[in-house]
């Protein structure tokens, strides 16, 4: 029954830490009980996890087949799913097999643009975001996948033109976050000295701002500075590795 089968499922991630091959056999079996897309995609995130945590390059390969054959096959069982489409074409793209991966999204502009930002093709990106852009300007991820590309090709004044865009459309304190952030990212810190007063203002128990505050304060050389408001938001996030790197 269903109930069992969650329960296997459940034991198969648990039981793959100390038993590789356990856990993986039950992963296939449960595939081949209910093929569906999720089991497919899980049985293909195990392997490939696997894969990455041996150093015998012929058990590499083979997890890797099955992994591959585990996402095509979640991919088939309904090709109109976003989220099997992706992740087969994610996987093409790792292993080398780029213009499959392509030929599979072409139908699809907003996960064809995903996939060329996360392989590093910006200007492919770019060329896909700009025609979305034009068709809907209020589009919000458009907008922030046109400031990575952007950023990803180094041009600073594409990245403030965008930004100057979003930041108007930002409805939540995380997007006005991201928002930022990118600006600190491609170092225009200066424009937004006054919008990052004004965010603490309006959320004042908000503590991601002391990062970017301390962020701020390293690149403008205050280190003292950047010290004191870095640990002050180490106080209450203390596993943010972010923080602990800055």
Same mark, same amino acid.
């Given at each position: 029954?269903?109930?069992?089968?969650?329960?296997?499922?459940?034991?198969?991630?648990? #039981?793959?830490?100390?038993?590789?091959?356990?856990?993986?056999?039950?992963?296939?079996?449960?595939?081949?009980?209910?093929?569906?897309?999720?089991?497919?995609?899980?049985?293909?995130?195990?392997?490939?996890?696997?894969?990455?945590?041996?150093? &015998?390059?012929?058990?590499?390969?083979?997890?890797?087949?099955?992994?591959? &054959?585990?996402?095509? /096959?979640?991919?088939?069982?309904?090709?109109? &799913?976003?989220?099997?489409?992706?992740?087969?074409?994610?996987?093409?793209?790792?292993?080398?097999?780029?213009?499959?991966?392509?030929? =599979?999204?072409?139908?699809?502009?907003?996960?064809?643009?995903?996939?060329?930002?996360?392989?590093?093709?910006?200007?492919?990106? #770019?060329?896909?975001?700009? /025609?979305?852009?034009?068709?809907?300007?209020?589009?919000?991820?458009?907008?922030?996948?046109?400031?990575?590309?952007?950023?990803?090709?180094?041009?600073?004044? /594409?990245?403030?033109?965008?930004?100057?865009?979003?930041?108007?459309?930002?409805?939540?304190?995380?997007?006005?976050?991201?928002?930022?952030?990118?600006?600190?990212?491609?170092? =225009?810190?200066? =424009? #937004?000295?006054?919008?990052?007063?004004?965010?603490?203002?309006?959320?004042?128990?908000?503590?991601?701002?002391?990062?970017?505050?301390?962020?701020?304060?390293?690149?403008?050389?205050?280190?003292?500075?950047?010290?004191?408001?870095?640990?002050?938001?180490?106080?209450?996030?203390?596993?943010?590795?972010?923080?602990?790197?800055?």
């Amino acid at each position: 029954n269903s109930g069992n089968m969650e329960l296997q499922s459940l034991y198969a991630e648990l #039981i793959s830490e100390v038993n590789p091959l356990e856990g993986l056999a039950i992963r296939q079996r449960l595939f081949e009980i209910r093929p569906s897309t999720l089991y497919g995609i899980m049985l293909g995130n195990m392997a490939v996890r696997l894969s990455q945590q041996t150093d &015998d390059s012929a058990r590499r390969e083979a997890l890797m087949e099955i992994a591959g &054959d585990a996402f095509k /096959k979640a991919y088939e069982l309904n090709p109109a &799913d976003e989220w099997g489409r992706n992740t087969y074409a994610e996987h093409l793209r790792r292993i080398g097999r780029g213009e499959e991966a392509v030929r =599979l999204l072409e139908s699809s502009s907003g996960s064809l643009w995903r996939f060329y930002l996360r392989d590093g093709q910006y200007e492919k990106a #770019i060329e896909v975001l700009e /025609k979305l852009h034009a068709e809907n300007p209020d589009d919000y991820e458009v907008l922030q996948g046109l400031i990575l590309a952007y950023q990803g090709q180094g041009d600073r004044e /594409k990245m403030k033109d965008y930004l100057g865009r979003i930041l108007q459309k930002a409805a939540t304190s995380q997007e006005e976050l991201w928002v930022l952030q990118r600006y600190l990212d491609a170092g =225009l810190a200066d =424009l #937004i000295r006054d919008r990052m007063a004004s965010f603490e203002e309006r959320y004042p128990d908000e503590p991601s701002i002391l990062l970017l505050k301390g962020w701020h304060e390293m690149n403008s050389g205050n280190l003292e500075e950047a010290l004191r408001l870095t640990n002050r938001f180490l106080e209450n996030n203390t596993q943010h590795s972010g923080a602990w790197r800055l």
